[in-house]
Nanobody, 117 residues
Framework: QVQLVESGGGLVQAGGSLRLSCVASGDIFSRTIMGWYRQAPGKQRELVARITSSGSTNSADSVKGRFTISRDNAKNTVSLQMNGLKPEDTAVYYC???????????WGQGTQVTVSS
């Protein structure tokens, strides 16, 4: 069982920055693909960015050049640095741990990010 706790959401003006963090329980974190997803009102949950155990990353086209995912295996933490925020980035952001096949199978409780124009 993996527990994920996110923090760092909030209200920010367009063009601003936020940093989300997710702390994971358990001893498998270093071997687990981690990711950030988001869900805006009335929309499906979508992938924002993922990072493998070795640090390889991929991200959605909509956030490339603005968001950066990183991890600290010693602290069981995955972070999402969000710069140049836009109103369309407004959503609940979820941290997720993935199974060995790359599917998210554990979720955090979510943290709200609101970007005002």
């Amino acid at each position: 069982q993996v527990q994920l706790v996110e923090s760092g959401g909030g209200l920010v003006q367009a063009g601003g920055s936020l940093r989300l963090s997710c702390v994971a329980s358990g001893d498998i974190f270093s071997r687990t693909i981690m990711g950030w997803y988001r869900q805006a009102p009335g929309k499906q949950r979508e992938l924002v960015a993922r990072i493998t155990s070795s640090g390889s990353t991929n991200s959605a086209d909509s956030v490339k050049g603005r968001f950066t995912i990183s991890r600290d295996n010693a602290k069981n933490t995955v972070s999402l640095q969000m710069n140049g925020l836009k109103p369309e980035d407004t959503a609940v952001y979820y941290c997720a741990a993935h199974d060995p096949w790359g599917h998210p199978n554990y979720w955090g409780q979510g943290t709200q990010v609101t970007v005002s124009s």
